[in-house]
């Protein structure tokens, strides 16, 4: 086990590297000259060239990517050229309000999603099954923008009961989190669907109503185990992508997380911001499946750990 | 006489596949007594495993069932899903194929094992694992401790298939229904698994029906047999008798397709031509393509199945005295 956990955060480190030089060619890559978005087009080529050297962007590249990583290993994500603020500071800030959208919008996810598939592979076929499937359907298809200005509208606007946008109460966090969970509850649904009834099929299930198991136990002590690990990897995933910025569903409801960031700083090709965004939705895919991967040991005897 | 455990009369199974009904079985009789042990053979396809399931009430949704099971006294087709659950793992149980994909490769071993004790059974939980224990070192397997808390995967074949035998036992059962239950392992191991559920069903004086494509298994576990043809059973009687004295020309050639080990070789022959299909049946005998001594009748008109002596009951035109058409076989 612990040789295992050493050699999985070795190769965690060994991806990020990768990142950290991806996202270092992503920021050289972008149009425009990020001196400019410093001084301003009225600025003069000496006032230029000066900026660009303190700044180091005169540098050859390989040095400045290790001065990048430096920085980095100390914690120095670098200067926001548009805020005028440390990026960490602008990060951190922001990503706490991220954190708790996006867990709160995949619980919703996660709630609406899986009881939706089991019932709908349990009655297969059945009247209920084709109403929930239904339903899921018109969910998958609901554009998050479309979702968004609905809720905003009708509940927020006309109904005036939650607030139109913003942050900082919980009351703010029920119709962004409700608008994200809607829309991914229905991948939930068909994933835990198409896999329960899978499982449904599998000899060992014949074998649990061979021994008189009812058929609420046997869904849920001989079959939910076995149904739920695509969910599990695909939950691990999602997670990760939502914590690294929900651009749409925080432009929407003006929420200042780290995908509302992400957006201005492309918009402002403010290059260390946009590096720090992309970096961080890279570090939570890793630490997420690190985490996936253990969690499959736990629910899956036949996965030995060595 | 004393009354059969388990009897069979007419049953008819049929699958539904692209809105027609199938026939699977056509009018299956079979009784077992308390703890006799019956064997039921027959090529591939021919429905054992449907006849198995059916008292089981196991088919899958598409499976339209008609007749009678009746298992002591009560007709098992026409319970009601909670007295039928009462009777599966308690009074029948069933032992499959393959026991690695018939186990939950999730769930402990100790715990599959202790699955019809917990559903049938008022006991705690240390009660039960006493019982698992128990039964765990009843069909051989030692470091039972160990074993209890290992899942499926980590066992051998033959070990496999002792897990599902304990867990059959685990009720003692009044009937086992074990459908090819050595099929799946090696020769040596074949052997070892029959023994012990040969042991355990004289023991506990359980009934047992045997499914099995291997007549010699047959001879050496079960004191009757019944052979079965393309949904039907063409024959019935005591293991010695159906050995030396086979009545239908099938089960004579099943007989003589058996390889011999003492240099008979060269007299095992194959019985020619395939099975017929589902959606194919012939109308009259449905063996008669297939049968050297067919005659005109037995094409056009399917034999009854009925008692010819004490033991034998069989299905064949040539069992009904008219012996003097034999010269008009046709092939
Ligand atoms: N659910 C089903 N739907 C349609 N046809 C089925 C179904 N189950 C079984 N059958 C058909 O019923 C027939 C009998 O099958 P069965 O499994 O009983 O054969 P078997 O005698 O057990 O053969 P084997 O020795 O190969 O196990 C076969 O033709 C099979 O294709
Ligand atoms: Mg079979």
């Known amino acids: ?306 | 006489m004393e009354k059969p455990l388990l009897d069979i009369s007419n049953l008819k199974v049929s699958f539904k596949s692209d809105g027609t009904y199938l026939n699977a079985l056509s009018g299956v009789n079979l009784s077992i007594y308390p703890g006799e042990s019956v064997a039921l053979v027959g090529e591939s396809g021919c429905g054992k495993s449907v006849t198995s399931l059916s008292i089981m009430r196991l088919l899958k949704a598409n499976a339209k069932v008609e007749g009678q099971i009746s298992f002591n006294g009560k007709n098992l087709l026409s319970l009601g899903t909670k007295e039928m659950r009462k009777i599966r793992g308690q009074d029948v149980s069933m032992i499959f194929q393959e026991p690695m994909s018939a186990l939950n490769p999730v769930i402990r071993i100790g715990d599959q094992i202790g699955e019809p004790l917990f559903l049938h059974e008022k006991l705690t939980k240390r009660q039960i694992k006493t019982r698992v224990l128990e039964l765990l070192r009843l069909v051989g397997i030692a470091r039972p401790e160990e074993i209890y808390r290992e899942y499926i995967h980590q066992l051998s074949g033959g070990m496999r298939q002792r897990v599902m035998i304990a867990m059959a036992m685990a009720c003692k059962p009044k009937l086992i229904i074990a459908d090819e239950p050595t099929t799946a392992l090696d020769v040596t191991v074949q052997a070892q698994i029959l023994d012990l559920l040969r042991n355990l069903q004289k023991e506990n004086n359980m009934a047992l029906l045997l499914i099995t494509h291997d007549l010699g298994v047959v001879s050496e576990m079960c004191e009757r047999a019944a052979v079965m043809y393309a949904g039907k059973i063409v024959e019935e009687s005591t293991v010695d008798t159906l050995f030396n004295d086979p009545r239908h020309p099938y089960t004579k050639g099943l007989i003589s397709s058996i390889p011999k080990l003492e240099g008979e070789r060269n007299r095992l022959k194959p019985i020619p031509g395939n099975v017929p299909s589902l959606a194919n049946m012939p109308q009259g005998c449905r063996f008669a393509p297939r049968c050297e001594f067919a005659m005109e009748q037995c094409i056009h008109q399917e034999p009854s199945y009925m008692a010819i002596n004490k033991k034998t009951s069989v299905g064949c035109w040539l069992e009904r005295g008219n012996n003097d058409d034999r010269s008009t076989a046709t092939s």
């Open chain 1, 1 to 306: 086990m612990a040789a295992y956990l050493v050699r999985r955060i070795l190769g965690a480190f060994i991806v990020l590297i990768g990142i950290s030089i991806i996202t270092f060619i992503i920021a050289y890559a972008v149009p425009g000259d990020p001196v400019r978005t410093v001084v301003g087009e009225k600025a003069s080529p000496e006032v230029v060239e000066q900026v660009r050297h303190t700044m180091g962007l005169d540098r050859p590249v390989y040095v400045q990517y290790f001065s990048y990583l430096n920085r980095l290993a100390h914690g120095d994500l670098g200067f926001s050229y548009y805020n005028n603020q440390p990026v960490t500071h602008l990060i951190s800030e922001r990503f706490g309000a991220t954190a708790v959208l996006a867990l709160s919008g995949w619980a919703v996810e996660i709630i609406i999603g899986i009881p939706l598939g089991l019932l709908t592979a349990v009655y297969n076929r059945k009247i209920t099954d084709y109403i929930l499937s239904s339903l899921a359907i018109i969910g998958i298809s609901l554009p998050t923008f479309w979702l968004g200005m609905w809720f905003i509208y009708n509940i927020s606007y006309k109904m005036g009961i939650l607030p139109i946008g913003g942050s900082g109460d919980i009351k703010n966090l029920i119709l962004p989190s409700l608008t994200l969970g809607i829309v991914g509850a229905a991948y939930y649904q068909r994933l835990v669907k198409t896999s329960m009834l899978e499982v449904f099929s599998q000899d060992y299930i014949r074998t649990a109503h061979a021994n008189g198991a009812s058929s609420l136990r046997v869904t849920f002590r001989h079959g939910f185990r076995n149904g739920v690990i695509p969910a599990v990897t695909y939950a691990g995933m999602d997670i990760a992508f939502l914590m690294g910025g929900v651009v749409i569903t925080e432009t929407v409801f003006n929420y200042p997380g780290i995908g509302q960031l992400a957006m201005q700083s492309i918009q402002h090709l403010d290059v260390p911001v946009i590096m720090a965004t992309v970096l961080l939705s890279a570090i939570c895919v890793v630490v997420m499946n690190f985490i996936v991967d253990i969690l499959y040991f736990l629910i899956d005897p036949r996965i030995s750990i060595s």
